[in-house]
């Protein structure tokens, strides 16, 4: 279909809570399915949410490529397209990673979430799926979920001096660090 364009922090949409979707709208929902694939691979990222291109839905995807230079240790995942999310925390020990997000653009923060999480959602059937996630993919979900909340990633961090725009982070933060860029 088309790529979108992206809404960025401090756009109002993006502090709302999005709307579930019946199952007549899920499958009704190819075309803004198809606008989300277009626009995270235009913009380069592993995972994009409705309300960061100006749908206020309840509707993610999520995909870790295989061999992409941006993510050369990160395992490649199945694609997912996530309906009316319900996440449970399993292991609340937390993990961190730098985190970044196409809606909040040159910016990087340091985030840490739970370690191991339980999600139960419709699929673009709007088939029942219920998947459990560790490391690095449950780190993606959990951000990409925030968003149909009105959640940001900045709003996690919790450690202000790990907030940083890129060049910076390039220069002082990344030899050491995992970064998960633009999400």
Same mark, same amino acid.
């Given at each position: ?9 401090? /756009?109002?949409?993006? &502090? ?5 979707? #019946? @199952? ?10 198809? !606008?989300?694939?277009? #626009?995270?691979?235009?913009? *380069?990222? =592993?995972? $994009? %949410? ?9 509707? %993610? $995807? $999520?995909?870790?490529? @295989? ?18 999310? *319900?996440?449970?925390?399993? !292991? %609340? ?19 840490? &979430?739970?370690? @191991? =999480? ?11 799926? *219920? ?6 993919? %449950?780190?993606?979900?959990? /951000?990409?979920?925030? /968003? ?5 990633? $900045? !709003? ?5 001096? @790990? ?9 002082? /933060? ?10």
């Amino acid at each position: 279909m088309a790529r979108r364009n992206v809404i960025r922090m401090g /756009h109002p949409l993006l &502090r709302e809570l999005a709307q579930p979707l #019946t @199952k007549e709208e899920i499958l009704s929902s190819q075309d803004l399915i198809q !606008d989300l694939f277009d #626009t995270m691979a235009e913009e *380069k990222g =592993i995972g $994009i %949410a409705a309300p960061q291109i100006g749908i206020s839905l309840q509707v %993610a $995807i $999520i995909e870790l490529p @295989k061999e992409n230079p941006r993510y050369p240790d990160v395992e490649e995942s199945d694609t997912f397209v996530i309906f009316n999310p *319900k996440i449970t925390v399993l !292991d %609340a020990t937390t993990q961190g990673y730098w985190e970044g997000c196409l809606s909040v653009p040159g910016l990087r923060g340091y985030v840490e &979430r739970p370690r @191991k =999480i339980y999600i139960e959602y419709l699929d673009q059937e709007a088939n029942s799926q *219920k998947i459990e996630l560790e490391g690095f993919l %449950a780190t993606v979900f959990q /951000h990409e979920l925030d /968003h149909l909340f009105g959640i940001l990633y $900045i !709003d996690r961090v919790t450690d202000k001096t @790990k907030l940083s725009f890129i060049e910076e982070f390039v220069q002082f /933060h990344s030899e050491n660090e995992q970064l998960e860029e633009d999400v």
